[in-house]
């Protein structure tokens, strides 16, 4: 079957770690995004890739970066500038003008 | 700045009631409108898309689109108890990207 994987579905980060949370898609969309929710928040989009090899910034970029080496892969990497990493990280993926199926998210606390 | 805005709620509906859902859109430009619904701790899941003005109906639900007035609406028939979530909505106007709503919480009551 199709779709997206996420992992870890929990991660826990120390002060000052970078951890890189994972997305995989077999869905052959070209598309990929990466949202931040928070409790009674919205989702927030940290940043996006249309194509292998590019990604832009999102609404709330900073403390955060990507890599689109793999159509199919576009792992998130939450650096030690993020001071309050701690939230529900949403991968999606999208082709055309269709919505955006969603992984099935990572749940990242700071202890 | 394109802008989605949903009321928070919840709405409280009893079982088997109507619920109905809203939204409005800034961008005038927009041209495709997703419905999504989240349960408490899980991701968001697609349930309809609508692209001109109108209704479209799939089972239970009735997506209402009227580009003019900026509004699109969703509709639940014979409310359940498993409907319980929040619904998200998202337009799509051209750019790269979804704007998201804050989503409305919908409890159904038995």
């Known amino acids: 079957d199709g779709g997206i994987t996420q992992s870890p579905k929990y991660l826990f980060r120390k002060e000052g770690q970078n951890v890189t949370l994972s997305c995989e898609q077999n869905l052959n969309h070209d598309a990929m995004y990466w949202y931040r929710q928070d409790p009674g928040q919205g989702l927030r989009l940290i940043y996006y890739s249309q194509i292998v090899n590019d990604f832009q910034k999102g609404d709330i970029a900073e403390g955060y970066s990507v890599s689109r080496e793999k159509k199919e892969s576009f792992p998130l990497t939450v650096t030690s500038a993020q001071k309050n990493p701690t939230a529900f990280y949403l991968c999606?993926?999208?082709?055309?003008?269709?919505?955006?199926?969603f992984g099935s998210g990572t749940r990242l606390t700071v202890v | 700045q394109k802008e989605v805005e949903q009321n928070s709620g919840p709405l409280s509906v009893p079982e088997g009631a109507i619920a109905s859902l809203n939204c409005t859109y800034s961008d005038r430009g927009s041209q495709s409108f997703f419905w999504y619904r989240q349960y408490s701790g899980k991701s968001p899941e697609l349930i309809m898309s609508?692209?001109?003005?109108g209704d479209k109906e799939d089972g239970r639900f009735t997506a209402q689109l009227n580009k003019a007035s900026q509004y699109v609406s969703l509709l639940i028939r014979d409310s359940q108890p498993s409907d319980s979530a929040t619904y998200l909505c998202a337009v799509h106007s051209g750019y790269s990207t979804l704007t998201f709503g804050k989503g409305t919480m919908l409890l159904v009551s038995p």
């Open positions: 999606a993926s999208s082709t055309g003008g269709n919505g955006y199926t």
């Open positions: 609508i692209y001109s003005n």
